[in-house]
């Protein structure tokens, strides 16, 4: 994990320094000084689980979480906090980043315990976990930082998880198998696709979630459709990736791919007001105001009362005021250029 280490405070869930301190008055309320334990992690192991059974791995569930657990090979995103023994301090933490990257089970991930930790969370969990040196950085430890055959305490919260493993599972195969593998198969990983694009484009990854919108769109329309309830089913799940796309594009200051991707779900749709909200945007990004105010008047057709199709139409109207009159200025100069001075 040392590759991925921030040394920031913990915040939110994470209980930082704060544990360990309530710890170590704890025992020292608890304990006369004669009968003192030297091991500061005894009390939390007694309201601990023993989730392998060989006490390598011990685990304490602080706020239950919910749905499914984290299937192998997912990519997941989470916040932890390591912390030595004696230390007040952890040696990383995630805590205090707002964007905490996607990790990949069984490739971003160098700690054991960590991983079969993980294995047993659900999505908004928050847990604490005990590993032993040979589910850590084992006896050797990891100098300078971690000491030989130390006893890390970890503290994790999934934020939202992603059963990556069954994408590239699906991906790996020949066009000629995910054509014919089931619908539902193809579209479970397109949902995916576009459930991790959504997470990476609220993080303001914006590259990374057009990688995935696309990835997904390039799945769909490779398949070669055998019916016309199929065909419906694809293109229902087109639209939203159009619209999301469309709208990456806009974040990265490419207009004219935002109506690309903006007319392609009008295809599909013509009468969307998602879909002529986007166009109308990448319009005016373009100054093409005739053509936003098209797509908007006709999407507030739709939505009279909607105030996003609204305010945009008012913004479009007024640029478009604003050009017309430096044209019309620009062309009164040039004709007083021409005609030439008076005499």
């Not at 005894?42 to 706020?63: A, F, S």
């Not at 294995?119 to 847990?127: C, D, H, N, P, V």
């Not at 991707?261 to 945007?281: H, P, V």
């Not at 005739?290 to 797509?295: K, N, R």
Request: aromatic share 10%; proline share 6%.
């Amino acid at each position: 994990m040392f590759n991925n280490r921030h040394r920031v405070s913990t915040a939110g869930e994470m209980s930082g320094n704060g544990f360990i301190s309530s710890l170590r008055r704890f025992m020292n309320a608890e304990e006369p000084p004669t009968s003192r334990s030297s091991n500061l992690f005894d009390p939390l192991r007694q309201q601990m689980d023993d989730i392998l059974g060989n006490g390598g791995i011990l685990k304490e569930v602080v706020q239950p979480g919910e749905g499914p657990p984290v299937p192998r090979d997912a990519s997941v995103l989470i916040h932890y906090s390591g912390f030595l023994e004696y230390s007040d301090r952890p040696f990383e933490t995630t805590a205090n980043l707002k964007y905490p990257r996607m990790m990949k089970l069984g490739r971003d991930l160098t700690l054991l315990g960590l991983e079969l930790g993980l294995l047993t969370m659900k999505k908004g969990e928050f847990s604490r976990f005990l590993f032993q040196p040979q589910y850590a950085y084992g006896e050797m430890g990891c100098p300078p930082l971690i000491p030989a055959a130390a006893v890390i305490l970890y503290e994790v919260q999934i934020l939202d998880f992603f059963n990556s493993g069954q994408v590239d599972d699906f991906v790996s195969l020949s066009p000629v198998e995910q054509s014919t593998a089931p619908l539902s198969s193809l579209l479970e990983v397109v949902n995916t696709l576009r459930s991790f694009g959504n997470c990476c484009f609220n993080q303001n990854h914006y590259d990374d979630a057009k990688d995935r919108y696309k990835q997904a769109i390039r799945l769909l329309v490779s398949r070669e459709s055998q019916n016309g309830m199929e065909k419906e089913k694809i293109k229902t799940a087109l639209l939203p990736l159009y619209l999301n796309l469309s709208l990456t594009e806009l974040r990265l200051d490419s207009p004219h791919k935002a109506l690309k991707y903006g007319n392609k779900a009008l295809e599909i749709d013509s009468a969307n007001t998602k879909a002529l909200f986007r166009c109308g945007q990448a319009y005016l990004e373009l100054h093409e105001y005739e053509s936003a105010q098209g797509c908007l008047i006709t999407a507030q057709a739709k939505r009279p009362f909607d105030s996003d199709i609204n305010n945009l139409l008012r913004k479009v109207t007024i640029s478009y005021k604003d050009s017309l009159d430096k044209q019309k200025d620009l062309y009164s100069k040039m004709f007083r250029d021409w005609r030439g001075p008076v005499k």
